[in-house]
C-alpha cells in the first residue's frame, strides 16, 4: 500500500506575507488528543493516530504547517475530515494543488 503525503494548513488567510498558525505546539497536540492522535513519547514532533501520522516541524512554536501521511486509507479519512472541521484548517494535496475542507 503507497503512502500518500498531504500538507495541514489553517483556512486563514496568510497576513504580512506569513502563514497564520494553527496553534501553538502545546495546543496542537492537546487538542488532537482529543482526536486519538498524539506522539508514541511526550514532546515527539510525529503524532499517531488511526490510519495517519501528522509530522510538526521541528523547533517550530506556534506551528504553521503539518505534514499528513496516509497509512490507511479505510479508516483514516473520517477523522481527516473530523479534524479539519473540528480544528478549522484545511488540507492541501500538493500533488495535484486540491484542498480538502469540512
Not at 506569513?18 to 506522539?39: D, I, K, Q, W, Y
Not at 514532533?45 to 486509507?73: A, C, K
Amino acid at each position: 500500500m503507497s503512502r500518500r503525503q498531504f500538507v495541514i494548513l489553517s483556512r486563514e488567510p496568510a497576513k504580512d506575507g506569513n502563514m497564520p498558525a494553527l496553534g501553538s505546539r502545546s495546543e496542537v497536540t492537546a487538542g488532537l488528543a482529543h482526536c486519538n492522535t498524539g506522539p508514541e513519547t511526550s514532546g515527539g514532533d510525529t503524532l499517531y493516530g488511526p490510519g495517519l501520522e501528522l509530522q510538526l516541524p521541528l523547533n517550530q512554536d506556534p506551528v504553521r504547517q503539518m505534514v499528513l501521511t496516509i497509512s490507511d486509507d479505510d479508516i483514516a479519512w473520517i477523522m481527516i475530515m473530523r479534524i479539519a472541521r473540528e480544528f478549522g484548517w484545511k488540507i492541501l494535496d500538493t500533488e495535484s494543488g486540491r484542498e480538502f475542507q469540512a
